[in-house]
């Protein structure tokens, strides 16, 4: 299942220039008016909100028409539709999209399984800093991209070491116990 998408993080991510704030305020609003419909179980008013924001270049918009196709909720579920939506939003520098569509070619979840794909799409989140991506990364690099952890080589095992601490240090509550693991 994918990770929860937070609308709300847009509105901390207002831009600079007047004309991109009012823009960007706008799809906030619209992006809340759509997370309303969708929590009241009013999904076809939520997808029409979020189609057209995602057709104007808006990620938060593309992840959660995805999390609808891949659940289920007021479409029919279609795993292959859900990637699209997120390879848009992870094309567009989406962390969250990148790092759920890492999960979707880990899984083989809408796209065919390729852990090579899903970890340079962790990689990608990860370098922005999220602890999912960065703790999923390190958890392929130290088993050899899903191989088994006696495969992985030195360069593998140290490079995971640097993106577990890393989520480690951010919280994430498994890295810890992984960290021990490689000790």
């Known amino acids: 299942m994918l990770r929860s998408m937070s609308v709300f993080a847009l509105l901390f991510a207002l831009a600079a220039p007047a004309l991109a704030v009012n823009q960007t305020e706008k799809e906030a609003v619209q992006n809340l008016k759509a997370y309303a419909a969708y929590k009241m179980a009013q999904y076809e008013r939520a997808r029409e909100i979020w189609l057209s924001l995602a057709e104007g270049g808006n990620t938060t918009a593309m992840n959660n028409l995805a999390n609808m196709y891949d659940q289920g909720q007021g479409v029919e579920q279609d795993p292959a539709t859900a990637a699209r939506w997120m390879r848009r939003a992870a094309e567009a520098g989406d962390s969250i999209a990148q790092l759920n569509l890492g999960l979707a070619y880990e899984k083989g979840r809408g796209v ?3 852990n090579h794909i899903a970890a340079d799409l962790f990689r990608r989140a990860a370098e922005q800093g999220e ?3 960065q703790f999923n990364l390190g958890v392929m690099l130290v088993t050899n991209y899903g191989q088994g952890p006696e ?3 030195d360069e593998q095992r140290d490079e995971a070491r640097g ?6 240090d951010q919280g994430h509550p498994e890295a ?3 960290l021990q693991l490689l000790r």
């Open 112 to 114: 065919p399984h390729d």
């Open 131 to 133: 602890q999912t991506a």
């Open 151 to 153: 495969t992985a080589s």
């Open 163 to 168: 993106w577990l601490e890393k989520s480690a």
């Open 176 to 178: 810890p116990v992984m």
